[in-house]
Nanobody, 112 residues
Framework: QVKLVESGGGLVQPGGSLRLSCAASGFMFFSGYDMRWYRQAPGKEREFVAVIDNGGSTDYADSVKGRFTISRDNAKKTIYLQMNSLKPEDTAVYFC?????WGEGTLVTVSS
């Protein structure tokens, strides 16, 4: 059974930083899969944030480019999202994704 468990969310002031983690289990060859982060703000649809492919190449939504960094540790079957210079509009539940598998999300609130 595929399981994706996000952690690291919380309350942070504008301009602050957080690092999210997503631990994967229940499937083999983690290193062979593209992994993604999405987010869903209150009252809005879920949107793409970042992707890291099986070769380590990355891509980002325009809204987070230059502020967020996605990375992976294949030995730990974990991906990360380093979020810097956070803005109130980054407030959302952040989800980890592999193909049609989703975690339950971790809430990030950016507020003073």
């Amino acid at each position: 059974q595929v399981k994706l468990v996000e952690s690291g969310g919380g309350l942070v002031q504008p301009g602050g930083s957080l690092r999210l983690s997503c631990a994967a289990s229940g499937f083999m060859f983690f290193s062979g899969y593209d992994m993604r982060w999405y987010r869903q703000a209150p009252g809005k649809e879920r949107e793409f944030v970042a992707v890291i492919d099986n070769g380590g190449s990355t891509d980002y939504a325009d809204s987070v480019k230059g502020r967020f960094t996605i990375s992976r540790d294949n030995a730990k079957k974990t991906i990360y999202l380093q979020m810097n210079s956070l803005k109130p509009e980054d407030t959302a539940v952040y989800f980890c994704n592999r193909r049609n598998n989703w975690g339950e999300g971790t809430l990030v609130t950016v507020s003073s």
